[in-house]
């Protein structure tokens, strides 16, 4: 989380970050389609 502070207070998001940012958003994408998946399957 410091990381993230360190970027906002910098106004800067360097090559690294922005993969970093890219991949959790696409792993917190993942985690959303499986919860909703499962949760139609539920209702099934």
């Known amino acids: 989380m410091a990381e ?3 970027s ?3 106004g800067v998001i ?3 970050e922005a993969k970093r940012l890219l991949k959790e958003t696409v792993e ?3 985690v959303l389609i499986d ?3 499962h949760l ?3 209702h099934i």
Do not use: A, G, R, S
């Open 28 to 30: 917190i994408q993942q």
């Open 35 to 37: 919860m909703k998946l």
């Open 14 to 16: 360097t090559m690294n």
């Open 40 to 42: 139609e399957n539920e």
């Open 8 to 10: 906002i207070e910098d």
């Open 4 to 6: 993230y502070n360190i």
